[in-house]
C-alpha cells in the first residue's frame, strides 16, 4: 500500500506541478487548476499507481521508493547524466549518416544488475539514446541484447559495457540496488 500511496502522490504532484496556473477561477485556488483538470490528475495518478506498482511493488525494488535519496538521485539521473548523453548521441548519429560511417550490428553485454528495476532503467536508457536499441534482455543470463549503430571491436566485457551504454549501467546500479 505504502508503494501505490507514493506513486500516486507523486503522480499527481507532478501533473499538478505541470497544469498550474491554467485555471479559470475568480479565485486563487481556481485560478491554479480547474476542477476538470484535478479529476484528470487523480484518475490518471491512480491509473499510473496501479500499473506501476507491479514493477516497484516487488521486495527487490522497494529500495527506489522508500529511500527519497534514490529518487532525488533518479531525478538527477535523468536530467543531467542522461540529457547529456542523449545530446552527445543525436550530434554521433547524425554525423555518421552524414558520413556514411555507420557500422551496425547486434551486441551482447553484460551489466552485472541484481534488480528488474535496475535492468529496465539501464535498458529504457540504451533504447531512447539515439544510434542504440535494446532488442532483448535475458534475465537468466543477465544479459541485453543491443543493436548498435557503430559496432566497435573491444578487448574485454567492461569496455564494451562502456562504450555501447556509457554511465548509464552504473546509475542503474546506485539507483535501484
Not at 536499441?133 to 543477465?142: G, N, Q, R
Amino acid at each position: 500500500m505504502l508503494t501505490f500511496l507514493t506513486i500516486f502522490l507523486g503522480c499527481l504532484a507532478i501533473y499538478l506541478l505541470l497544469v498550474t496556473g491554467s485555471g479559470p477561477g475568480d479565485t486563487f485556488l481556481t485560478q491554479l487548476f480547474s476542477y476538470q483538470e484535478l479529476i484528470a490528475a487523480v484518475i490518471l495518478a491512480l491509473l499510473t499507481a496501479a500499473v506501476a506498482r507491479a514493477l516497484l511493488g516487488k521486495a527487490e525494488n522497494k529500495n527506489m521508493l522508500v529511500n527519497p535519496l534514490r529518487l532525488v538521485m533518479f531525478v538527477f539521473y535523468v536530467f543531467t547524466v542522461w540529457l547529456f548523453s542523449l545530446a552527445k548521441a543525436n550530434i554521433d548519429v547524425a554525423y555518421r549518416v552524414i558520413t556514411g560511417r555507420i557500422r551496425p550490428g547486434i551486441v551482447r553485454i553484460k551489466p552485472g544488475l541484481k534488480t528488474e528495476l535496475g535492468r529496465t532503467i539501464l535498458a529504457n536508457s540504451i533504447t531512447l539514446t539515439p544510434g542504440t536499441l535494446t532488442v532483448d534482455m535475458d534475465e537468466k543470463k543477465d544479459e541485453l541484447v543491443i543493436h548498435w549503430i557503430n559496432v566497435g571491436e573491444y578487448k574485454d566485457e567492461k569496455e564494451k559495457l562502456k562504450g555501447v551504454c556509457g554511465p548509464f549501467a552504473d546509475w542503474a546500479r546506485r539507483i535501484a540496488e
